[in-house]
Nanobody, 120 residues
Framework: QVQLVESGGGLVQAGGSLRLSCAAS????????MGWYRQAPGKQRDLVAS???????NYADSVKGRFTFSRDNAKKTAYLQMNSLKPEDTAVYYC??????????????WGQGTQVTVSS
């Protein structure tokens, strides 16, 4: 059973920083694409950042220059460093990954989400 567990959310003042983590566990053969999405109340879930297995990243325009997505393949963990946070960054952040389990097929997995609240 593959699981993704996010951590690191919380309450921070505007201009502050947080680092989110996404740890994958279970019988995993490989992890390909990983991404962070966020969903604010009443809004759709949007892609914030993504990273390939080779480390190539892509960011939403709204977070470019402020967020950095990295991954530690040995630890099966991804990180989203969020700097210069703004109130509009407030949302539930979800980690997703394309994982190939041992004796399984490549599938999409999601974490349970972690709340990020930025006060003005």
């Amino acid at each position: 059973q593959v699981q993704l567990v996010e951590s690191g959310g919380g309450l921070v003042q505007a201009g502050g920083s947080l680092r989110l983590s996404c740890a994958a566990s279970g019988s995993i053969s490989s992890i390909n694409f990983m991404g962070w999405y966020r969903q604010a109340p009443g809004k759709q879930r949007d892609l914030v950042a993504s990273i390939t297995s080779g480390g190539s990243t892509n960011y939403a325009d709204s977070v470019k220059g402020r967020f950095t997505f990295s991954r530690d393949n040995a630890k099966k963990t991804a990180y989203l460093q969020m700097n210069s946070l703004k109130p509009e960054d407030t949302a539930v952040y979800y980690c997703t990954a394309k994982v190939r389990p041992i004796n399984g097929f490549l599938s999409d997995y999601w974490g349970q989400g972690t709340q990020v609240t930025v006060s003005s």
